[in-house]
């Protein structure tokens, strides 16, 4: 997995160093409403004419938020609290939800989700001056049957740590269990967090190694049966 600038869930670099020490935390707390979802799963409201995007949080939703940068785009926030969930808002199907980045809707119920999926696409064909219209509705596909993942990994002193990384962050969320992938895929990993893998050995069948120390790619392939 390359090791890119990190990113928050609506997609903008998270500062470091130098950059952070510049760029101030509004740091007030404020209650809003959510309106929208972003493209990239965050909540949207509005406060003082600018977006305000809160992850975690879905259409419906009243909240308390932190608002954290303030950029041309909008502010970043934290939720703080969820004071009134939505009708629509749907418990997540997996324990890891919320550190672990590998989903950002899991809150919201399925008929929202599809709607929204279908928007983001007509949307992308609208303002390129193409027909919305042709798209049809999602096909949804059910829980726990992706059949391919890209983990990272990271070699420590107890053991190895593999999953997804964490929102924002390199930092890896060590998986016991996940919503979206196969259980076949899920039981390839170490039974045991921090388990230690065989030197040299593939991670799984058909997958590939590439270093043996700090953070390695993990390819993992399900084998298919016709």
Same mark, same amino acid.
């Given at each position: 997995? $390359? ?33 929208? *979802? ?18 975690? $949080? ?5 909240? +308390? ?14 939720? *703080?609290? *969820? ?9 997540? +199907? ?10 950002? &809707?899991?809150? #919201? ?37 992706? +059949? ?6 990271? +070699?420590?002193?107890?053991? &190895? ?10 930092? #890896? ?21 921090? $388990? ?18 700090? *953070? ?11």
């Amino acid at each position: 997995m $390359a090791r890119g600038k990190p990113r928050s869930q609506h997609g903008r670099p998270v500062a470091r160093g130098r950059a952070a020490r510049e760029r101030r935390d509004d740091g007030r707390e404020v209650d809003l409403v959510i309106t929208d *979802l972003g493209d990239r799963g965050d909540g949207i409201a509005a406060f003082e004419g600018m977006p305000v995007f809160v992850p975690g $949080a879905g259409p419906g939703d009243r909240v +308390r938020v932190r608002l954290a940068e303030r950029t041309a785009h909008g502010f970043a926030s934290q939720i *703080l609290e *969820l004071v009134v969930p939505a009708p629509d808002r749907a418990p997540p +199907r997996c324990p890891h939800y919320g550190p672990c980045g590998g989903c950002s &809707v899991q809150h #919201i119920a399925d008929p929202v989700y599809r709607e929204w999926k279908q928007r983001r696409v007509a949307d992308a064909l609208g303002r390129r001056g193409l027909d919305p219209s042709v798209v049809e509705p999602l096909v949804a596909t059910p829980p726990r049957s992706r +059949r391919r993942a890209t983990f990272a990994a990271r +070699r420590t002193g107890g053991g &190895v740590v593999i999953g997804f990384n964490e929102a924002g962050s390199h930092r #890896i969320v060590d998986l016991e269990a996940c919503a979206v992938l196969s259980p076949e895929l899920v039981g390839l990993l170490p039974e045991e967090p921090g $388990a230690q893998l065989p030197e040299g050995a593939p991670i799984t069948p058909g997958g590939r190694r590439e270093a043996s120390e700090g *953070l390695v790619t993990a390819c993992v392939r399900s084998v298919v049966q016709d």
